[in-house]
């Protein structure tokens, strides 16, 4: 599916940046607690992506993804990638937030140590969807989603509602990050943010077209897959194409 | 007169009253039984570790209970909940209403394929890829949607001990993976007879794993306990204790 409509969402990372650092003071609480999360849990993304060459080695010292140590390189990454600091852990939610991540890297210890296996298929998709799962058992009701729109998405689990559809399809049309403070989740009274994401190179390791593939690398045009490394045929998708984005919801009670 | 009878009335009533006081102190004990579940509780001989029995015993502890942990084997444990030989169990996975729970879970169990490491499929929501694999599934666990709406032709692991059936089946190759509805009991680090073999995970199909209660428990003494692992979840889940 090509939208060429978003040569913008290039300049989306840089908005984004912009508005939350420029005006922090004029935004609401709840707005403050929606961005600090969808950043902590787009950072935690970017560290997965950056340190695929260590995770998917065989052997060798992997303390960097586990325990306080990961959370201290999400911070490091944090405060790269949005050029601030990393929040303060002031608020039960972005507390949770940080022990989930803990326990979704746990989850995958025995695999990421296992120096039989090559590709653990931890890639950052993946681990935001554990991610996401994982704090839907915790009942605390905030949730957060890495999605895109409903035909092109691979995971069942990550399938958008209705309220992100909607958005998405504006979104698609005009690319801005979308805020609503007036939704209902579950049947409950909710703050609802979805940020767009640019599609990166990275992305197109597995969405974009076979030259894009690793699996193809050094190998004739003739034996090229358009399956990737996790399995899933590829999409042809290319940079200016929509890269979905995290959608997160926060119910109004717990912030009162 | 009168105020001499007055007066031994009011020390019998004395130490009556301390002898209440003294008895509900005592009342202060829980017997708890604990199945193995590796790697949060593992058996050595008679010895019994794990993080998980940490965890709860600091939980009950620090109120003040005296804990004894009983060491039971899974068939066993039920039925001595139900006669009320011991107070709790865990961990307790498979929900049947006539067991009564603590409300909040210890933690939560995913479900997942068991393969040999050469055929290992990494991401389980890539369903597509069990096309034609042969499934083995110990007979009465349920298993998830996105197996069975799958193309895996699933075969029924029959015996006391499926699970270790799945795990010979799969590593002589007579089927491709087994179904585990927790395969971190197997594929862990401190197991090291599962060299052969590594699981991946159905994620966001997890389940609940709880403290199980005996049937005739006082209300009371369940609002306490329910309380105190309510709160103590609150201040540090039970997954994050583990991980840390």
Redesign the interface.
Known sequence: MKKNTSQFYRIIPFLFCLVTFASQANLSFEKIILNEITKMYMSSMTFIFLNQPLINQKGGNKEAL???KFIDNIKATYQQKHNEEFPLLDHKLKQ?LV?SM??V???N???F??E??G????IPA?FA??LS??L???GIGLKIKFTRTKEDI????NIPDQWESKVMAKIIEKPEIYYDEQAIINDKPAYRQFTPLPMAPYCLKCHGSMEHNPLNAGKDKEEWTNIDM???EMENWTLNDFGGGVSISIEKSVLE | MKNSSLFILWVVFLLFSQKVISQQAVTKSINIGVIEYPPHITFQGSKIEGKLIKYISSVFTKEGYDIEITQLPRGRAIVELQKGNIELLLPYDELHEEIKVLTS?LF?A?PGLCFR?EN????L??T??FKHLTVGAPVGTPVVS?LKNSQAVLVPLIGDNSIKRGIDLTQRGRIDAFYHPSP?QV???ENTEFKEL????F??Y?N?VYVAVKPNMSQENFDKLNRLLNSAIHE??Y??Y???
């Open positions: 586990f325990g306080d949770l022990q803990v326990e890297m746990e989850d210890k025995m695999l140590n296992d039989d296996i590709f653990k298929g931890i993946i969807a554990q799962a994982k839907a058992t915790k691979r995971n069942v689990l996790t399995g899933f | 879970p939560h995913m490491k290992f499929i990494p991401i929501s890539a597509h890829q996105a971190v594929y862990h680090q590594a699981c991946s995970y994620h966001g997890s609940g540090m889940s997954g994050y583990f991980a840390k």
